[in-house]
């Protein structure tokens, strides 16, 4: 009999431990794609702040600023839509078996994207979560 009890609370641990797991994994998720939502609603409600200015010029020295910010700014809701299913499903994937990886695979998705869109993206353009807006910057 006492083997029975034994196993039992080691199940509720464990069980006690998985439930901690998800919920750590689901708040941090909840808060980085409620952050991002809340940098949409901002630059909605407040257009004079011009956050989509903040995005990736390409080769120009003085905005690398941008592929940390680009990432969270979106020009549409559809857009911010069709990107937060997206986060919320790879995001999930990336936090097993350790946390430690979705912020390794983030950091590194931003940089690789800025990067790239700094490099590669056409001139006088801004780049916002890795969709293009034409502007003309003088």
């Known amino acids: 009999m006492p083997q029975d009890s034994t196993r039992l609370s080691g199940t509720t641990s464990t ?4 439930f901690v797991q998800f919920k750590a994994r689901g708040l941090l998720l909840a808060a980085f794609v409620g952050s991002i939502w809340l940098v949409f609603f ?3 409600a ?4 011009h956050l989509n200015r903040h995005g ?3 080769r120009t020295l003085g905005e690398l600023q941008g592929i940390l910010f680009a990432p969270s700014l979106h020009a549409s809701m559809m857009h911010l839509v069709a990107n937060t299913g997206g986060l919320l ?3 999930w994937l990336c936090t097993w078996p350790r946390i430690a990886n979705f912020w390794q695979a983030t950091i590194g998705a931003m940089l690789g994207a800025g990067l790239c869109a700094w490099l590669l993206g056409a001139p ?3 780049h916002i979560a890795q969709l293009i ?3 003309q910057m003088k």
């Open 15 to 18: 069980s006690d431990s998985l």
């Open 124 to 126: 006088y353009t801004v």
């Open 133 to 135: 807006l034409s502007s």
């Open 56 to 58: 990736v010029v390409p």
């Open 42 to 44: 901002l630059s909605a």
């Open 89 to 91: 499903i790879l995001g």
């Open 46 to 49: 407040l257009p004079f702040l």
